[in-house]
């Protein structure tokens, strides 16, 4: 299914790999060679992505997992190495949206926005590290976010969440560079998915109707290439970082955002 084998056989871990940018991920390692554990809360859109997997004829394992849960990390990795024998790539992509600002930002929208876009990062890869230390091999990918990097209006949360996931990185990284483990994560920009949209609403800058096509050509406007971010262009450097071409990578933070950063 393959024309190039970049990941041919290695076992990558997706979460959040049932819609979106996890979804784009899931299928493009699955194309390059890997055996893919695709895990999301929903197993339903798990197993839709797993069987899109097969039906290209690549190798796929729904998973359903909460990653804010220490059990439910724990099961995905021991399924995910029941099922392939080895764990070679993590992407821990899931996450949720988190608006507001520091003086009117709820405890309790605190700790669930933190809960997912930070702990679940965390636990994403607190079960495979073993492993991956073991055999002296792996690539972790984590989710931040061009939020983490520089400051927007509106989304206090979900900033602080994504600005810890830069950081966590970048110790991870020298704590298990030693042990030939990389660690990496991805801050993409403005990327029209269903979550960007809840996005919109949540924050105030958009109504529940509104025409989302308008919305999207007004802020690629803002972008130096003069266009919004696809799934395919998160995955693309989701592939890199995942395979062996990235071999001496480690502890980087990759905007994907169209220039967006560089104002």
Known sequence: MSTTGRLAGKVALVTGAGSGLGRASALRFAAEGAAVAVVDLDLDAAG?????????????????????SDADSRRMIAETLTEFGQLD??????????????????????????AVNLKGVWLTSKY??????????????????MGGLIGLPGIFPYAAAKGGVIAMTKQMAVSYGPDNVRVNAICPGTIPTPLVYRSRVDRGAAEPDADQA????????R?????????????SIALFLASDEADW????IYTVDGGRSAF
């Open 48 to 68: 839709s992505v797993t069987a899109e997997i097969a039906a290209a004829g690549g190798r796929g394992l729904p998973v359903t997992a909460n990653v804010t």
């Open 89 to 114: 790539v993590v992407f821990a992509n899931a996450g949720i949206n988190g608006a507001g600002n520091a003086a009117d930002t709820t405890e309790e929208e605190w700790d669930r926005v933190v």
């Open 128 to 145: 495979a590290l073993p492993h991956m230390i073991s055999r002296r091999t792996g690539s972790i990918v984590n989710q931040a976010s």
């Open 214 to 221: 308008a919305l999207d050509a007004d802020a690629a406007a």
């Open 223 to 235: 972008f130096p290439l003069r266009r919004l971010g696809t799934p395919d262009d998160l995955a």
């Open 249 to 252: 990578v480690t502890g980087g």
